[in-house]
Nanobody
């Protein structure tokens, strides 16, 4: 199995930056195919924000392109989400996700609030 633990959320003013971290652990981490960051804002569905494969390929939600960067060295090192030029609409609980063989794994989430 795989356990995911996120950190780095908090309160930031519009235009500010935060870096989220996700650490994966467990006996199946060598079978991780890809990891991603999702977010869920109040009253909205959970959506994928950025994805990173073990081969280094990345994808981003259109609204965060140029502002957010996903990085890491799966599974040895944490996976990061660097978030710059944050906007109030980025406010959400951010979840780390891992695809392991045929299974999906989620962290508990970390809250990001963008407000003045």
């Amino acid at each position: 199995q795989v356990q995911l633990v996120e950190s780095g959320g908090g309160l930031v003013q519009p235009g500010g930056s935060l870096r989220l971290s996700c650490v994966a652990s467990g006996r199946s981490i060598s079978n991780i195919y890809y990891m991603a960051w999702y977010r869920e804002a109040p009253g909205k569905h959970r959506e994928e924000v950025a994805m990173l494969t073990t081969g280094g390929r990345t994808t981003y939600k259109d609204s965060v392109k140029g502002r957010f960067t996903i990085s890491g060295d799966i599974p040895r090192n944490p996976v990061y989400l660097q978030m710059n030029s944050l906007k109030p609409e980025d406010t959400a609980v951010y979840y780390c996700y891992a695809k392991v063989d045929g299974d999906e794994h989620w962290g508990r989430g970390t809250l990001v609030t963008v407000s003045s």
